[in-house]
């Protein structure tokens, strides 16, 4: 069974500084993983896509990062801002084509930068 | 482009009444469906997927159904709520293209 960690559970941080947010998976048979940012009482906006053959992608200020064999995916914040506040969640969806490709979510890092 | 609406964001229900949730997907066809339900300081658990017309699986069992009367419609349905079924409910879609998720902005449900 997948299981998705992520660390730290919460972070606070002064305006300007780069951060990075981390997430573990214990299966490796990744077919992707999904970087997702949720605001108070609001849905899921997704950040960033990796597929399993890809080392990173890039958007913004935003660089995810996957090592799929170490079981380990990183998102690097750079030059933070305090609308970056947010929970952020990783999840991964498995190899096989099963339970309708069932995404397995972490519990999220909730962050704030402070002003 | 590709866009999901769910609908209403906000619902107050008092214990053993009924619930319809509805989540819409335009501009794709097929897509497969997701209902998933996030309580207060936990996770997302998935409920119900559809990869198709009729076609549901539950994943939890539990007070709520789910069905897809048309392709891109998928609703969310309930009996009589329990004080259990509170919390916030997110549809999703999966791209069939890029194989990522996009979500939709949900529903606050309280049942008092």
């Known amino acids: 069974k997948q299981e998705v960690t992520q660390i730290p559970a919460a972070l606070s941080v002064p305006e300007g500084e780069n951060l990075v947010l981390n997430c573990s998976f214990t299966d490796s048979a990744i077919y992707n993983l999904q970087w997702f940012r949720q605001d108070p009482g609001k849905g899921l906006t997704s950040l960033l896509l990796?597929?399993?053959?890809?080392r990173e992608q890039t958007s913004g200020r935003l660089n995810a990062s996957l090592d799929k064999s170490s079981g380990r995916s990183t998102l690097y914040i750079a030059a933070s801002q305090p609308g970056d506040s947010a929970t952020y969640l990783c999840?991964?969806?498995?190899?096989?084509?099963?339970?309708?490709?069932?995404?397995?979510f972490g519990e999220g890092t909730q962050l704030t930068v402070n002003p | 482009s590709q866009t999901i609406h769910q609908w209403p964001a906000t619902l107050v229900q008092p214990v053993g009444s009924p619930l319809s949730l509805e989540c819409t997907v335009e501009?794709?066809?097929?897509?497969?469906l997701y209902w998933y339900r996030q309580a207060a300081g936990r996770g997302l658990q998935l409920l119900f997927y559809?990869?198709?017309?009729?076609?549901i699986s539950s994943e939890v069992p539990q007070n709520l159904s789910a069905s897809r009367p048309q392709d891109r419609q998928f609703i969310l349905s309930s009996k009589k709520l329990l004080l259990s079924d509170s919390g916030f409910y997110l549809c999703?879609?999966?791209?069939?293209?890029?194989?990522?998720?996009?979500f939709g902005s949900g529903t606050r449900l309280t049942v008092v």
């Open positions: 999840a991964v969806r498995p190899i096989r084509e099963t339970s309708g490709s069932r995404l397995t």
């Open positions: 999703a879609w999966r791209s069939t293209v890029a194989g990522g998720y996009t």
């Open positions: 501009g794709t066809s097929n897509p497969n």
């Open positions: 559809s990869v198709g017309i009729g076609q």
């Open positions: 990796i597929q399993s053959s890809q």
